[in-house]
């Protein structure tokens, strides 16, 4: 019966830390009587808690607000210094590896060609690590301050039990992986905690929070580079289904028995309005070889010859198909295109999309429901990957998963912060 009483009073601390921080951190600046009055804890509650989490360096003060006839309002907002995230995104030509403060304003980025090795699962890894080392040495960020790795990767994600929780294992028929154990691999090269998630899930978390899908509950967020993808937020929340691979709209069947996708399958959506194959198609109409898939892309949009402008027709008629599934399945508020493909399909043929759309989507939920490119940018997979740590930390009340790996001669000015991650509460004495 103690340790239950002990457990609950410790859950309850953190739920309340939670509730705090996440106000602080979406709406703050916010007062003590903000956060009293639009979070219901007591006045009490929130001047500890408030105390806790401006003496560990994860709250400060953002100035004052005058207050009717009393003494004016001190405001408090999240501190973007507390800390670093770093998100990867595993892109079908490259690694992209930035690092972040707690704002999420980029302090440094490295961009990793595949080469030759493709989606090799040890030469991606060997990317991640070294792209790691990059931005952290890059920006001269003491690796104590490193929340945590966010990583976006294609296919679906299995967490297993393994030895002290869970690890992620990572399956992707169209590059080839069947059980990867990237997580254990990463570990080989960093002790940072890990955070391992499909990139169109962690996509469509970022634009829930700050892009397009902010204010909403039900969205859609697709995911159009080479391949394609979309993240079902229901709720809120990225919706998995039983094995972790809901939101693999990218094949679904656009066409029975038609042209074959890289999955092994026919006809998959994939197959008629993803950047590989729309470009492949491009090539074989008599557009240029040899140029990188972005310039392509850029190419075919702007071709003025009858070949490129079928081409262009049949990706908006498929497209807007695949878009009206969405519309009848989910009825979200919104469906956002993003991903790099999707933002130039988007910018320059939406309207065309969305007319398709409407030509097959059910007229009750479309007409409640709006399509438009995301707001986050081409990167946004990579900006994704970094709320996943982000996310934990602002569930656990500001605890990481796990301590960073040991720092290399860390300063005296971050010892209260290596504490405070490393889950120890006390301050280096006569620090304020």
Request: proline share 6%; charged share 20%.
């Amino acid at each position: 019966m103690p340790d239950r009483r002990r457990r609950t009073v410790r859950d309850l601390r953190r739920t309340n830390r939670s509730v705090l921080l996440r106000r602080l951190y979406f709406d703050g600046p916010l007062s003590r009587q903000d956060l009293a009055r639009e979070t219901g804890l007591s006045p009490a509650s929130v001047s500890n808690v408030v105390g806790e989490l401006i003496e560990a360096g994860l709250v400060a003060e953002a100035g004052s607000v005058e207050s009717d006839g009393g003494r004016p309002r001190v405001l408090l907002k999240v501190a973007a210094g507390f800390g670093h995230l770093v998100g990867v995104d595993v892109g079908e030509t490259r690694v992209m590896v930035e690092l972040f403060d707690l704002d999420l304003t980029q302090l440094a980025k490295a961009d990793l060609p595949l080469g030759d090795g493709g989606h090799d699962d040890r030469a991606v890894a060997r990317h991640i690590l070294a792209g790691l080392a990059d931005v952290i040495g890059r920006a001269s960020v003491d690796p104590s301050t490193i929340i945590g790795v966010g990583v976006g990767v294609p296919g679906v994600v299995e967490h297993r039990a393994a030895e002290g929780g869970t690890e992620a294992v990572v399956h992707c028929q169209t590059i080839g992986w069947d059980g990867v154990p990237l997580e254990r691999m990463l570990r080989e090269g960093t002790g940072l905690p890990l955070f391992v998630d499909n990139g169109a899930t962690a996509l469509g978390q970022a634009e829930m929070w700050f892009g397009a899908g902010r204010g909403h509950r039900n969205a859609v967020v697709a995911l159009i580079g080479s391949g394609v993808g979309s993240a079902v937020m229901i709720d809120g929340s990225p919706y998995r289904g039983a094995a972790g691979s809901a939101g693999e709209w990218g094949h679904t069947t656009s066409r029975v028995g038609g042209v074959p996708c890289r999955c092994g399958s026919l006809g998959c959506l994939e197959a008629y309005v993803g950047a590989a194959a729309l470009l492949e198609r491009y090539r074989a109409a008599g557009g240029p070889a040899g140029a990188d898939e972005e310039t392509a892309l850029a190419g075919l949009l702007d071709d003025p010859s009858p070949a490129a402008a079928e081409l262009r027709a049949d990706v908006a008629e498929h497209l807007g198909a695949g878009v009206a599934d969405l519309v009848n399945l989910f009825s979200p508020e919104k469906i956002i295109i993003g991903g790099w493909a999707g933002l130039l399909l988007g910018g320059r043929m939406l309207d065309r999309i969305v007319d398709a759309t409407a030509r097959y989507a059910l007229r009750q939920p479309f007409a409640q429901t709006s399509v438009e490119p995301c707001h986050l940018g081409p990167e946004a997979v990579a900006v994704g990957a970094a709320t996943l740590p982000l996310a934990h930390l602002l569930d656990a009340g500001g605890e990481p998963a796990a301590p960073p790996a040991p720092p290399v001669q860390p300063s005296a000015g971050r010892v209260a912060r290596r504490e405070y991650i490393n889950g120890t509460r006390g301050r280096p004495a006569g620090s304020r």
